[in-house]
């Protein structure tokens, strides 16, 4: 099993900057893969970004070129580096791991991007 810790949600204003990051209670170096999901009130969770164990990622198209997603195998967590934030953003994010045929979540973290 992996259990899984997200932190660093907050209130950030638009055009502004902020890093969530998820805690695995294991090594993460042969998970297969982790990533993050949204969720906006009234919508379905949708992906966001994820990296593979080769280190390979993929974003959605409204996040390119904004997010950064990236893995520290020695510290067992996984990070979503987030820019120039819009409104849009606003959800709840969630951190998945992808490990021996199963998927695992975090409790999620908020994220409100508002003036």
């Known amino acids: 099993q992996v259990q899984l810790v997200e932190s660093g949600g907050g209130l950030v204003q638009p055009g502004g900057s902020l890093r969530v990051s998820c805690a695995a209670s294991r090594s993460i170096f042969r998970i297969n893969r982790m990533g993050w999901y949204w969720q906006a009130p009234g919508k379905q969770r949708e992906l966001v970004a994820h990296i593979s164990i080769d280190g390979r990622t993929e974003y959605r198209d409204a996040v390119k070129g904004r997010f950064t997603i990236s893995r520290d195998n020695a510290k067992n967590t996984v990070y979503l580096e987030m820019n120039s934030l819009k409104p849009e953003d606003t959800a709840v994010y969630y951190c998945?791991?992808?490990?021996?045929?199963?998927?695992?979540w975090g409790q999620g973290t908020q994220v409100t991007v508002s003036s």
């Open positions: 998945y791991a992808f490990y021996q045929g199963y998927t695992y």
